[in-house]
């Protein structure tokens, strides 16, 4: 799976549009008011097409399996560009339990991976943060965090209040 | 310091995520929030 930009200019945006459509269709919803809180800032970003302000999506190549907005900007009190990532959200055909359990997985990689990819291409940042709407995410990504730090691959990676940051070099500089 | 490298960094995700979801069970991954569905229950639950 990559990372792919949206945008209403080339038409990826559209392609991603049919998609989801698409796939509600098959589930018997309305794509219209489907995930209607996150939908409506990645469409505004996929629009607007600021440089630093993307909405990107999760695609195999077939699907567009998530979609979501991504952010550089610098924010104390880290040290470098800072590349926030949020209003994840799944696609249709996952959200009702119609794909493997894998493609699960998968998809949660891609996202954290694609971040990453950003972070070291178009949307230079020395850290990434997600951003965790509700409790069962920072239960999540508390524990997939610690984990993730065990590995000993980058310079930190905290669950804090709403979001997961995960830093590359260099490390947090505290603010003064 | 730890010098970043891509390729080492995507895969300690990739086996941290596997590890995590193996340990919440994927039903558990079902109630995050990138799943609008699971946020309508959250909305049935209050209401």
Not at chain 1, 8 to 13: F, M, Y
Not at chain 1, 63 to 92: D, H, S, Y
Not at chain 1, 100 to 120: F, H, M, Q, R
Request: glycine share 4%.
């Amino acid at each position: 799976m990559d990372v792919v930009r949206l945008s209403a200019d080339d038409g990826s945006l559209a392609r991603f549009e049919a998609d989801w459509a698409e796939q509600c269709a098959e589930m018997d919803e309305d794509y219209e008011s489907y995930g209607a809180a996150t939908m409506a800032p990645i469409r505004a970003f996929a629009e607007a097409k600021a440089d630093k302000e993307w909405a990107i999506a999760i695609s195999d190549g077939e699907r567009f399996m998530a979609a979501a907005c991504a952010i550089r900007t610098r924010q104390k009190p880290f040290n470098g560009e800072v590349l926030r990532i949020r209003e994840v959200t799944v696609c249709p055909l996952l959200d009702y339990g119609n794909l493997d359990e894998n493609a699960y997985v998968d998809t949660l990689i891609a996202i954290l991976n694609g971040a990453l990819k950003l972070s070291e291409s178009d949307l230079k940042a020395e850290h990434i943060k997600l951003h965790l709407r509700s409790p069962a995410d920072a239960v999540f990504f508390r524990a997939f965090g610690n984990t993730l730090d065990s590995k000993g691959v980058f310079a930190a990676t905290e669950a804090h209040g709403a979001w997961l940051t995960i830093s590359k070099a260099p490390a947090l500089q505290l603010a003064k | 310091m730890i010098k970043y490298d891509e390729a080492k960094a995507c895969n300690a995700v990739k086996e941290a995520m596997e590890e995590t979801v193996s340990h919440f069970g994927i039903a558990f991954v079902r109630t995050l929030s990138f799943f609008p569905s699971a946020h309508k229950v959250e909305l049935k639950k209050a209401a």
